[in-house]
């Protein structure tokens, strides 16, 4: 037995399952050419939107309720996230370059930069 060799017959699968396939086998012939996206009326008109309820948010309408996050604080001179505010004009600052900056801002200008932010306040 040990002089006789067996032969076997040897099964290879035809595509390895741990190789990449190629685009070619996978759209043999031109077909990835076909191919073509769909636009969002597309997308919208296959999701069937109109049998949700109409109270729903959804990609068609932007109706949604409020935010139940804080706004944001920007800086009133340069529109960066603004961590402070001065006491003194009431206005937000982003650094300490741009409260240097408030600091020599005349009264007139300080009401000016408080009614663009909508929050006219009476200065001392």
């Known amino acids: 037995m040990e002089g006789e060799l ?7 699968p035809s595509r390895l399952s741990f190789k990449k396939i ?10 990835s050419s076909s191919r073509r996206w769909k ?3 597309q ?15 959804t ?5 949604s309720p409020p935010s139940t996050q804080p706004c ?21 600052y982003a650094n300490a370059h741009v409260f240097k900056a408030l600091r ?3 009264s007139d200008q300080v009401h000016h930069y408080l009614s663009i932010r909508n ?5 001392k």
Do not use: W
């Open 6 to 12: 067996m032969e076997a017959d040897i099964v290879v």
């Open 22 to 31: 190629q685009a070619y086998e996978k759209y043999p012939k031109g077909q």
């Open 39 to 41: 636009h969002l009326k």
């Open 43 to 57: 997308i919208l008109q296959a999701e069937n939107f109109q049998d949700l309820p109409p109270d729903l948010p």
């Open 59 to 63: 990609y068609v309408n932007i109706e």
């Open 72 to 92: 944001k604080r920007i800086c009133d001179i340069t529109g960066y996230e603004a961590p402070y505010v001065d006491p003194r004009t009431n206005l937000r």
């Open 104 to 106: 020599s801002l005349s």
């Open 119 to 123: 929050a006219a306040v009476v200065l």
